[in-house]
T-cell receptor, first 114, second 114 residues
């Protein structure tokens, strides 16, 4: 079955630590996205990538980094520079082009600072 | 001014009634419009998309688009308690990069009371 997989489901970070969230898709989608969702709020775009080895900052990129070395994978690193990282992180993918077909979302990673 | 606006709710309807969810957007260049359903603690799932003015029906769901008024809505007929969720409106963004990436509203929480 095709889909998009995020891991881990829950992640705990200590102060000053970098952590990496995994996102893998086997849908042959070109574009991949990372969003952050805080309680009672909408989705805020962190980074997105439309092609391998290229990515763009979204609205809240500070304190985060990404890579896109393979079409299937788009890992997100939450660095120690991100002062308030506790949130629900969602990865999504889609075909890109003139008529986008909507995003497919992973099941999310809930990150908590301890 | 927010690019995609939704009333956060909660919108409360009795079981069996019609639920009407509304969304306005600011980018006149937007071409594609999506409705996602998000249950508490879960990731969003795509339930409807619409590209052309008018109505599009899928089972109990009807999406309505009026590009002149920059307005898109979702009607849910015969509402069930299982429809209780947050509904996110998403609109394509055709800014300077012409990426077609989605801009999300903050979502409307729907409560269907038995």
């Amino acid at each position: 079955d095709g889909g998009i997989t995020q891991s881990p489901k829950y992640l705990f970070r200590k102060e000053g630590q970098n952590v990496t969230l995994s996102c893998e898709q086997n849908l042959n989608h070109d574009a991949m996205y990372w969003y952050r969702q805080d309680p009672g709020q909408g989705l805020r775009l962190i980074y997105y990538s439309q092609i391998v080895n290229d990515f763009q900052k979204g609205d809240i990129a500070e304190g985060y980094s990404v890579s896109r070395e393979k079409k299937e994978s788009f890992p997100l690193t939450v660095t120690s520079a991100q002062k308030n990282p506790t949130a629900f992180y969602l990865c999504a993918s889609s075909f890109s082009g003139v008529e986008p077909y909507g995003y497919t979302f992973g099941s999310g990673t809930r990150l908590t600072v301890v | 001014q927010k690019e995609v606006e939704q009333n956060s709710g909660p919108l409360s309807v009795p079981e069996g009634a019609i639920a009407s969810l509304n969304c306005t957007y600011s980018d006149r260049g937007s071409q594609s419009f999506f409705w996602y359903r998000q249950y508490s603690g879960k990731s969003p799932e795509l339930i409807m998309f619409i590209y052309s003015n008018g109505d599009k029906e899928d089972g109990r769901f009807t999406a309505q688009l009026n590009k002149a008024s920059q307005y898109v809505s979702l009607l849910i007929r015969d509402s069930q308690p299982s429809d209780s969720a947050t509904y996110l409106c998403a609109v394509t963004s055709h800014g300077s990069s012409n990426t077609g990436k989605l801009i999300f509203g903050q979502g409307t929480t729907l409560q269907v009371k038995p």
